[in-house]
C-alpha cells in the first residue's frame, strides 16, 4: 500500500472534512447548493458495505422529506483507504461525503492543504464538546483543528462466556490445575492459562455439558487488515509505542516480539482458521459458543444478547483488556482503538451543504440510536450516549447495560490510538503484514517486526523525516495531555 509524496499531497488536497463547529442548536433545513434547481439532489455517500453505514440508511426518509435522495456506496472494510485514494487522485467528485477511518486523516489533512468551510457551520452543529476527548482530540483533529466528525467509537475489550467461569465445576478442576482461583483473567499470562484450561473437543464436558462442537480457549482475528491490533494490546500494556521521540521505529524492540510471541502462546487455543477470521468471522465463532474468551470491538455485545443471531443470550462477559503486572505489583493495561470511524466531505462534493447536514445529523441526533442497536456495529463515542444506559436495556438489565458502558469507558481510559500522521495507512498496513506473517509461521516475530521496522523507515524518509518527526512530536502531545503516554 506504498503511496509517493505527491500523492499525500494530492489526498491532503483532495479530502475536506467538517471543521471547529460552535453550537447552535438543532437540526435546519439544508440550504440548496449553488447549481441546483430545486428539484431534488442526490447525495452519494460512501462508506463500508453493510452494518456500519445502516444509519445512513435511516436518514432517507428524513432526507426524502427535504428534497434529498441518499445513495450509499459501499466497499469491503479492507478496501476504504485505495477506493478513497483512486477517487480522489482522479478528482470526478463521486462522493459528497466519506465515512472512514482516523488513521487516515493525517494523509487527508496533515499536508496543510484545506478549505474551512465556516459558512455550513450553522446547518446544524455536531456538538463536538460532547464527544469523547479521546476520541474528539486524537480522531476528529490534526493540527489544532477539527477535521472530522465523530461516527463510531471503537475500543477493543475482552469478552468471555460468564456460564462457564462461574460454574463449580469448572473453578475447581481450575484451581486443582494452576492453583488459584478461576478469575476473568487481568493479565496476559493469566489469559494464556485461562485459554488452555477451556480448550475442548467434541465429546468433553464443559461446565456440566457434553460438548457436540470444539471450544477454543481464546479468539483472536488474524485475517488481514487489523490483525496489528491484537498485537497493539499487547505491546502497549508492555511498554511500547510506535516511535520513539526521534522517530526511531519501536514496533522490533524487545517488547515487541514479546508482544507478538505472547500473541503466538494465544493462537495455540485458537480455532484452525483464525489466520481467515476478521470481524465476523471472529463474532460469530463468539455468538456460537465456540469460544470461551476473545479480544473484540465493544458493538459484540450487543449482538451477543441479540435471540436472533445469537445462542449465547446473557451470557456475553466483556471486561478490562488484560494486562501486565508491574514490579510494584499494579498491572498496565491498555487496549488497542482501531477503526473509530468518522465523517468527512471532500473538497470535491457536488452538494457540500446537504452533505454538511447529513454528517451532523448522523453525528448528533442519530448517535444514540445508533450506537444502542444491533443492526449497526458503531460503538458508543458521545458522554451523552454513556450516560444513557437505558437505551442499552434491550440487550439486558439496566444494571448490565451499565456495567457494559463502564467497562468500555474503562478500556477508553486506558485507550492505545492508532497512529494518526501522514502515511499512517502504510505504515500500519506494514505493521499489518507482519504480524499476520509470524502468526501464520512464515517468518520469525523478530524478523517480521524488523522488515517492518525497515519499512518504516523508508516511509519516514519519503515522507520527510524531519517533518514527520515534528507531526508526530504533535501528536505526542495530545497522547501526553490525555495520559496516553507513558
Known amino acids: 500500500m506504498h503511496i509517493s509524496r505527491k500523492m499525500l499531497l494530492i489526498l491532503s488536497a483532495a479530502l ?5 463547529a460552535t453550537f447552535a442548536g438543532g437540526s435546519k433545513e439544508p440550504s440548496t447548493s449553488t447549481g441546483t434547481t430545486g428539484g431534488k439532489i442526490t447525495l452519494t455517500v460512501f462508506g463500508e458495505a453493510g452494518q456500519n453505514t445502516v444509519p445512513v440508511e435511516w436518514m432517507k426518509p428524513l432526507a426524502e422529506k427535504k428534497g434529498i435522495n441518499i445513495q450509499i456506496v459501499g466497499v469491503p472494510f479492507t478496501s476504504v483507504y485505495q477506493k478513497l485514494k483512486t477517487e480522489f487522485v482522479s478528482g470526478t467528485g463521486a462522493y459528497d461525503m466519506a465515512i472512514f477511518f482516523p488513521a487516515y486523516l493525517g494523509d487527508f489533512a496533515g499536508n496543510g492543504y484545506r478549505q474551512p468551510r465556516d459558512q455550513y457551520f450553522s446547518i446544524h452543529d455536531p456538538k463536538m464538546g460532547d464527544v469523547v476527548p479521546a476520541y474528539r482530540q486524537l480522531y476528529c483533529t490534526y493540527d489544532g483543528k477539527t477535521y472530522a466528525l465523530a461516527y463510531d467509537g471503537d475500543i477493543l475489550n475482552l469478552y468471555y ?3 462457564i467461569f462461574s460454574n463449580p465445576a469448572e473453578q475447581a478442576a481450575f484451581k486443582a490445575k494452576y492453583g488459584r482461583d478461576l478469575t476473568v483473567p487481568k493479565t496476559w499470562n493469566d489469559l494464556i492459562q485461562v485459554a488452555q484450561f477451556f480448550t475442548r473437543t467434541k465429546g468433553e464436558t464443559l461446565a456440566g455439558k457434553t460438548l457436540d462442537h470444539d471450544v477454543y480457549g481464546f479468539g483472536l482475528l488474524g485475517a488481514r487488515g487489523f490483525a496489528y491490533a491484537w498485537w497493539s494490546n499487547i505491546f502497549a500494556s508492555l511498554g511500547g509505542v510506535y516511535f520513539d521521540e526521534n522517530l526511531k521505529p519501536e514496533i522490533n524492540s ?3 516480539v514479546k508482544a507478538l510471541e505472547t500473541l503466538l502462546q494465544l493462537k495455540q487455543y485458537a480455532p ?3 489466520m481467515s477470521m476478521g470481524y465476523e468471522e471472529l463474532k460469530d465463532a463468539y455468538l456460537q459458543g465456540r469460544l470461551a ?3 473484540q470491538w465493544s458493538d459484540v455485545w450487543k449482538k451477543a444478547n441479540d435471540p436472533s443471531v445469537s445462542k449465547i443470550v446473557h451470557d456475553a462477559g466483556i471486561a478490562q483488556m488484560p494486562g501486565v503486572q508491574l514490579p510494584d505489583g499494579t498491572i498496565n493495561f491498555r487496549a488497542a482503538a482501531p477503526v473509530s470511524r468518522v465523517i468527512g466531505i471532500p473538497a470535491t462534493a457536488k452538494h457540500p451543504k446537504e452533505a454538511f447536514w447529513l454528517a451532523s445529523e448522523l453525528s448528533l441526533d442519530m448517535g444514540l440510536r ?5 443492526e449497526t456495529g458503531e460503538d458508543p463515542y458521545r458522554i451523552s450516549q454513556f450516560d444513557s444506559p437505558q437505551a442499552f436495556e434491550k440487550f439486558g438489565t439496566l444494571p448490565e447495560a451499565k456495567q457494559y458502558l463502564s467497562v468500555v469507558q474503562d478500556n477508553l481510559s486506558h485507550m492505545f490510538p492508532d497512529l494518526n500522521i501522514p502515511g499512517s495507512a502504510d505504515y500500519l498496513d506494514a505493521l499489518d503484514i507482519a504480524v499476520t506473517r ?3 509461521g512464515a517468518a520469525t516475530p523478530q524478523a517480521a517486526l524488523d522488515t517492518a521496522a525497515a519499512r518504516w523507515n523508508q516511509i519516514s524518509d519519503q515522507l520527510g523525516k524531519q517533518k514527520q518527526t515534528q ?4 501528536m505526542l502531545q495530545s497522547w501526553k495531555a490525555l495520559g496516553f503516554w507513558k
Open 161 to 163: 462466556l460468564k456460564s
Open 254 to 256: 524487545a517488547v515487541g
Open 272 to 274: 484452525p482458521d483464525t
Open 471 to 474: 507531526i508526530y512530536d504533535t
Open 16 to 20: 475536506l472534512v467538517v471543521a471547529q
Open 438 to 440: 509470524a502468526l501464520s
Open 370 to 374: 445508533s450506537v444502542s442497536s444491533s
Open 293 to 295: 474468551t476473545m479480544v
